[in-house]
């Protein structure tokens, strides 16, 4: 069974930096796709940042340049670089993955882990 795991988030004033990451275990497959979705309160999740199995990655408008994704070798452990962060970053993220093996900012992903809060401060 697929368990993802994130941490990394935490409280940071506004033009700080945040490292989230997410380790998957029980993941054999290896067309898989991974991705960052967030929500903050009474919002609805939206995405961030994905990643296919080839490496095409695709980011939400409002965190290019300043959001940037990355995988281990093994490609079981997803992080989220976050620089410039604004209030308005704020919310709970969740990393996601499933086997469709294409980047996507669709919530339409089969796992998903517990989630991260990352909060903001002006």
């Known amino acids: 069974q697929v368990h993802l795991v994130e941490s990394g988030g935490g409280s940071v004033q506004a033009g700080g930096s945040l490292r989230l990451s997410c380790a998957a275990y029980g993941y054999a497959d290896r067309r898989r796709s991974m991705g960052w979705f967030r929500q903050a309160p009474g919002k609805e999740r939206e995405g961030v940042a994905a990643?296919?199995?080839?490496?095409?990655?695709v980011y939400a408008d409002s965190v290019k340049g300043r959001f940037t994704l990355s995988q281990d070798n093994n490609k079981n452990t997803l992080y989220l670089q976050m620089n410039i962060l604004k209030p308005e970053d704020t919310a709970m993220y969740y990393c996601?993955?499933?086997?469709?093996?294409?980047?996507?900012?669709?919530?339409?992903?089969?796992?998903w882990g517990q989630g991260t809060q990352v909060t903001v401060s002006s």
């Open positions: 990643i296919g199995s080839v490496g095409r990655t």
């Open positions: 996601a993955a499933d086997g469709l093996g294409y980047a996507r900012l669709t919530a339409d992903f089969e796992y």
